[in-house]
């Protein structure tokens, strides 16, 4: 079962990843005004293809212990904000409900690495650093979208 | 612990909902050639909002079962790939790929009643009609695409 469990994960973090290739930061992001510390451009697939494979590993241990309920609850409400973010914010150019999102999304990380650390502390520690990026992400999405007023829609 | 399930359910079907709030279907999509038996513009969040409703209710039930690790696997990878098509095919107008993800989330439904039947009859039967109309959303896809290939991006 531990390889099914990975893979579906995976899959799950497949489709989101998905959107980063759909939805690609073209002229209108070039043209935003950014903080003086937004990670470079080729930072982003990297980090994301590490966070994507702990977190499903993280998520497959936490199918296997004995009480993987709560934890895969909330691993599904992750994937579905974290799929929805990209298309807001770099499809429909809408950067204050992309804030509402990942404002959300860092919630709920915040709820699964408690949950995941209580379960299961690998799957918890598994956990930090894409919660820690959810909130680097948030806090550039929250100055990029300050910095940008007029250009919202 | 029952409406922790059904409120985290819920909300990760919202994200996937909220799709269809930012990536409406326009111009492009009406002057599409579309087959005659195109359901009614009018019955699509009516019938999305029951879906969303009957699988939330099935997952929780999943949850408290005796064995929730597979199929809430199963659902998490189904919500990421609902929360991926409407972006696709109505955000980047890719009817192609929105082919692709729609046919792998058939799929994933497929299993997902499978193992839901097997897991909690009343949770499986939830799921039947939401399978069966992502089967007509996919050859609703199917069509469109087809009928209308010269508008391919």
Do not use: E, H
């Given at each position: 079962?531990?390889?099914?469990?990975?893979?579906v994960?995976?899959a799950?973090?497949?489709?989101?990843?998905?959107?980063?290739?759909?939805?690609?930061?073209g002229?209108?992001?070039?043209?935003?005004?950014?903080?003086?510390?937004t990670?470079?451009?080729?930072?982003?697939?990297?980090?994301?293809?590490?966070?994507?494979v702990?977190?499903a590993?993280?998520?497959?241990?936490?199918?296997?212990?004995?009480?993987?309920?709560?934890?895969?609850?909330?691993?599904?409400?992750?994937i579905?904000?974290?799929t929805?973010?990209?298309?807001?914010?770099?499809?429909?150019?809408?950067?204050?409900?992309?804030?509402?999102?990942?404002?959300?999304?860092?919630?709920v990380m915040?709820a699964?690495?408690?949950?995941?650390?209580q379960?299961?502390?690998?799957?918890?520690?598994?956990?930090i650093?894409y919660?820690?990026?959810?909130?680097?992400?948030?806090?550039?999405?929250?100055?990029?979208?300050?910095?940008?007023?007029n250009?919202?829609?």
């Amino acid at each position: 079962m531990t390889a099914f469990y990975f893979f579906v994960f995976l899959a799950a973090c497949g489709a989101a990843a998905a959107t980063g290739s759909v939805f690609l930061p073209g002229a209108w992001y070039q043209s935003l005004k950014k903080p003086s510390w937004t990670p470079p451009k080729k930072a982003f697939p990297i980090v994301w293809t590490t966070l994507y494979v702990a977190s499903a590993i993280a998520a497959t241990r936490i199918a296997i212990s004995d009480n993987p309920g709560p934890g895969l609850a909330l691993w599904s409400l992750q994937i579905a904000l974290n799929t929805l973010w990209t298309p807001v914010f770099f499809g429909a150019k809408r950067m204050g409900m992309g804030m509402i999102v990942i404002a959300l999304l860092w919630l709920v990380m915040a709820a699964i690495t408690v949950v995941f650390l209580q379960t299961d502390l690998i799957a918890g520690l598994l956990m930090i650093p894409y919660f820690a990026w959810i909130g680097l992400a948030g806090a550039l999405n929250w100055r990029i979208w300050r910095a940008n007023r007029n250009r919202n829609k």
